[in-house]
């Protein structure tokens, strides 16, 4: 099966994010006209402030969430749709929502980011807080995808989820091995080049999956933040088969059951695995 990430450096101008986005939706429809996934960054349609964000948020299966839906449509392929901010009823923050859609569009999951990414100095004073926008999510689930005979289990986290694999592991106790993790982010610069490849390569090998994680790249916010780019798909051996830059564009690669299972042969970690209370 084929996997594309697309990744992008959206500003604060949604519809120019969403052209930009349909541009480079135009290219795979042209080169990759198979049925396969299509993977977007965190937060795809808008970078910028608090109060932006929350103005652009939707409910489920309205505006931007239905925008992606008719990507995956006119696509015919699955797309996971990086997040979106959605609406939360009687509530002035908004969820970090990653969503899947089949080749019809019709929504198959629902992921809302767990782990929020608070920053304090050292007298504990907030100098960054992704809790003052969004509202923590509640749980994690898995989706499949068909791919001609076959089926692949899939999960999606979100960015700082990528530091926290007990929510992978807690998945993979409640329902069983998984075949693809999708980390839509948008991991900075500053932290990116340090920890990005090493923490992705990580969940790769110790759930021994394929990890298709979609970046966001180049500055935002009046040219004052800075994304590390670099998506990767990352095979259950750890290695990276496909990998970007910095700068916006398209990386893909085909990946097999085949690899799943030679790594879970090879080395036996998730049956060998004990439980300690």
């Not at 052209?19 to 965190?42: K, M, W, Y």
């Not at 839906?69 to 979106?84: C, D, F, N, P």
């Not at 298709?212 to 088969?241: E, L």
Request: glycine share 6%; hydrophobic share 40%.
């Amino acid at each position: 099966m084929r996997v594309i990430c697309v990744q992008t450096n959206p500003n604060s101008e949604i519809e120019s994010n969403v052209v930009n986005i349909d541009c480079l939706l135009n290219n795979i429809e042209a080169t990759f006209p198979e049925t396969g996934v299509v993977v977007l960054p965190e937060v795809f349609a808008v970078m910028g402030s608090d109060e932006l964000r929350r103005k652009s948020a939707d409910s489920l299966g309205e505006g931007l969430f239905k925008t992606a839906a008719g990507w995956a449509r006119r696509l015919g392929q699955y797309v996971i749709a990086g997040s979106h901010a959605e609406l939360s009823e009687g509530k002035t923050k908004v969820f970090n929502t990653a969503t899947a859609f089949d080749p019809q569009g019709r929504l198959i999951n629902v992921y809302r980011k767990i782990h929020l990414f608070n920053l304090r100095d050292a007298a504990g004073e907030p100098l960054y807080c992704e809790s003052d926008v969004f509202l923590q999510g509640k749980d994690t689930s898995t989706f499949s995808i068909q791919d001609g005979s076959d089926s692949w289990k899939c999960m999606t986290i979100v960015c700082y989820d990528l530091r926290f694999p007990e929510i992978i592991r807690r998945e993979i106790s409640r329902s069983g091995p998984i075949d693809i993790l999708f980390v839509p982010a948008a991991f900075t610069h500053q932290t990116g080049k340090d920890h990005w490849e090493v923490l992705l390569r990580a969940r790769a090998i110790e759930n021994q999956c394929f990890v298709v994680a979609c970046n966001q790249t180049g500055y935002h916010s009046d040219g004052r933040k800075r994304n590390w780019g670099h998506s990767m798909i990352i095979d259950p051996w750890g290695q990276i088969i496909s990998t970007a830059e910095e700068r916006e564009g398209v990386i893909s690669a085909e990946i097999s059951k085949e690899a799943i299972q030679n790594s879970r042969v090879r080395i036996p970690s998730l049956t060998d695995r004990v439980f300690i209370n």
